[in-house]
């Protein structure tokens, strides 16, 4: 039987890409899924196709907002009985802007969701993992934190960010809660190819197929390819790895 199997997993951003593919394997592997993100409507269909021995249960949240997030996990807590095994945090927003036009709602918006939405998405999790006796975190981050893009500087920041607060909380929450973040380069997802696009529009030949092309392996990623580290970050295999940052990249970012 699977380590998964008949456990309690929150994971953000389940209607799409990384969030999505880390729910599926997770309903495959028999756990029953939290899935909160902030579109119903996407979210809803996401669940739909879902197929195999664990559940996925649908969670609309905003993830930037504490009154929103508490309600999630206090709608997960009712269920379970107030316990929780992992927390798989992939939900984010990036967009492109040019650097000297940027104002401070565009700065806002992005540390609100990628910064704070990782604080509050931590915060919430912990008591019901150490009343399981236990539990794992793990953050999605990006290569962007390490080798920042021209036109991202709000992202790139935030997502330094998220490593900085990972390792804050795995000092903090340590011994009973791991947390861990993941660096994915390019990934083959809905808010990679909206970035390309809105950069396309500010600067001309933006190519982000050339961009990944650098990678060792010369593609992006698949978001199962993430996922499935994600996982591994999940599981007992990882029982010594804490306050880690792992890159998931295809070889762009090797440190």
């Known amino acids: 039987m699977s380590y998964f199997a ?27 899924v939290w899935c909160f ?3 119903e409507d996407r979210l809803r269909e996401a669940i739909a196709d879902m197929d195999g021995p664990g559940t996925a249960l649908p969670v609309v949240t905003d993830i930037s907002d504490e009154g929103s997030v508490a309600g999630g996990y206090r709608q997960v807590a009712e269920a379970t009985g107030g316990v929780l095994a992992g ?20 700065w ?3 540390l609100k969701v990628n910064v704070y939405g990782t604080y509050l998405m931590t915060k919430y999790a912990a008591p019901l993992m150490r009343a399981a006796g236990g539990g794992r975190i793990v953050n999605i981050a990006s290569n962007a934190a390490k080798v920042p893009g021209p036109y991202s500087a709000p992202y790139n ?7 900085s607060l990972t390792r804050s909380s795995a000092k903090a929450l340590a011994p009973d809660i791991a947390v861990n973040s993941i660096c994915p380069g390019h990934v083959d997802t809905p808010m990679r ?6 950069a396309g529009r500010l600067v001309e030949g933006v190519d982000l197929d050339a961009a990944a092309a650098t990678a060792q392996l010369g593609r992006p990623a698949r978001p199962e390819e993430i996922a499935s580290a994600v996982l ?11 306050g880690e940052d792992l890159n998931v990249n295809g070889g762009i970012v090797m440190y």
Not at 87 to 106: K, Q, V
């Open 37 to 39: 993100d902030l579109a």
């Open 6 to 32: 008949g456990k309690d997993f929150v994971v953000t951003g389940a209607g799409r890409g990384i969030g999505l593919a880390t729910a599926e394997m997770l309903v495959v592997e028999g756990g029953r």
């Open 193 to 198: 190819s909206g970035f390309g696009v809105e």
């Open 157 to 163: 920041s935030s997502k330094a960010a998220v490593i």
């Open 232 to 242: 591994f970050l999940l599981s007992p295999a990882a029982v010594f790895i804490n």
């Open 108 to 110: 806002e918006v992005e």
């Open 87 to 106: 927390l798989a945090h992939c939900a984010a927003i990036g967009r492109a802007h040019l650097f000297e036009e940027m104002t401070w709602e565009d």
